[in-house]
């Protein structure tokens, strides 16, 4: 059989599913800009790319080098090609206007540029995360400039979303909306090649992540959930479960698009004013969108993540993601 690039899939989707050509080629840009990071990533201390920038980012968290680095990689490589609004990342702290030299496009693309940073010097998989939104023209001033107000969309609206995992393999998943793919890329080709197709999560898992370090800030739910899990067969879920936690979402979410499992983030007393430490934007809604894709199931805790009117680009949620009992059950213990 012969072997189906990214390129390819993209060109079917184009003509089977109308799927629009800007969009296409917006995605085989940010392809293109994972396999930049890629390469810096690869590199290591032989680049010389390991190690903090002894910045912070507008979240407050120590910039490392790869964090800039590979925000410049996106910013750069999408800016010109005339598919973009605008861009948002995790790192910036605010919204990123199209230079004026260049045409402007119909979308919105929101990052998180390098997930699981504080992994890179430690060798462990990290991933760049993207969103992909139809920017609603009542937010292109007339000046040209883009209001911040335009990205403020619930993660229903995504048109497309995925990330870019840099581990053992690299891989691209993505998701236009219908199912969800995942492409492997060969590095002497230099290509995505798809490999696993219509990739699902299980329903039942016994498999779960989360920090357990940070159990004494837990809400009461989730204290209670995780003794549950933790109690195994002679508890009152008569199950034996196994844990697992990278610390890098991209890694524990690949797990689990891969042979299912549960992966929390909630919220807890470290910082009560904050929701949780994930961000709705560059964070939960493209992996919402893909586990919803993949037949799983994300909550905060209270409501579908997907359906939350986010109110500010850098906003925190609690997330609760993976095979959908497990999802159905905690969110079920915050609603008793
Ligand atoms: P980032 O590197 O983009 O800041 O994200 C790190 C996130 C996420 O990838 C991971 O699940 C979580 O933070 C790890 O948090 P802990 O350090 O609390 O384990
Ligand atoms: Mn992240
Ligand atoms: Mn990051």
Request: charged share 20%; hydrophobic share 40%.
């Amino acid at each position: 059989m012969s072997r189906v690039s990214l390129s390819r899939y993209l060109i079917e989707q184009t003509r089977s599913h109308n799927t629009p050509a800007d969009l296409r080629f917006l995605i085989e840009v940010v392809a293109r800009a994972c396999k930049e990071i890629n390469h810096a990533v690869s590199k290591g201390a032989l680049g010389g790319v390991l190690g903090s920038m002894g910045t912070e980012n507008v979240q407050g968290e120590v910039q490392k080098k790869l964090d800039v680095i590979s925000n410049e990689i996106l910013l750069e490589a999408n800016e010109w090609g005339g598919h973009l609004a605008g861009m948002a990342s995790e790192e910036m702290d605010n919204a990123y206007q199209i230079p004026g030299q260049y045409p402007k496009g119909a979308y919105l693309l929101v990052f998180d540029p390098l997930d699981g940073s504080s992994n890179i010097d430690v060798n462990v998989s990290v991933g760049t995360i993207f969103s992909v939104l139809r920017c609603p023209d009542k937010y292109v001033e007339q000046t040209g400039s883009l209001d911040e107000k335009a990205f403020l969309q619930p993660g229903t609206e995504q048109v497309a979303a995925g990330y870019a995992i840099y581990g053992p393999q690299t891989m691209l998943i993505l998701t236009l909306g219908d199912s969800v793919m995942g492409f492997t890329l060969d590095r002497e080709m230099g290509s995505f090649v798809l490999t696993h197709e219509n990739m699902k999560v299980p329903t039942s898992t016994a498999e779960f992540a989360i920090n357990m370090s940070n159990q004494r800030h837990w809400e009461e739910p989730v204290k209670r959930y995780v003794s549950e899990l933790l109690a195994g067969e002679e508890g009152p879920l008569e199950k034996n479960y196994n844990m697992r936690w990278i610390a890098s979402m991209v890694a524990d979410v690949h797990r689990i698009l891969t042979r299912g499992g549960l992966f929390m983030y909630p919220r807890d007393a470290r910082e009560p004013e904050k929701p949780g430490k994930l961000r709705l934007m560059y964070e939960a809604n493209p992996m919402s969108m893909l586990i919803e894709q993949a037949g799983g199931a994300a909550t905060n805790g209270s409501q579908r993540i997907l359906d939350i009117q986010p109110e500010s680009l850098h906003q925190r949620v609690a997330v609760f993601l993976g095979s959908k009992e497990e999802v159905e059950r905690v969110t079920g213990y915050h609603q008793g």
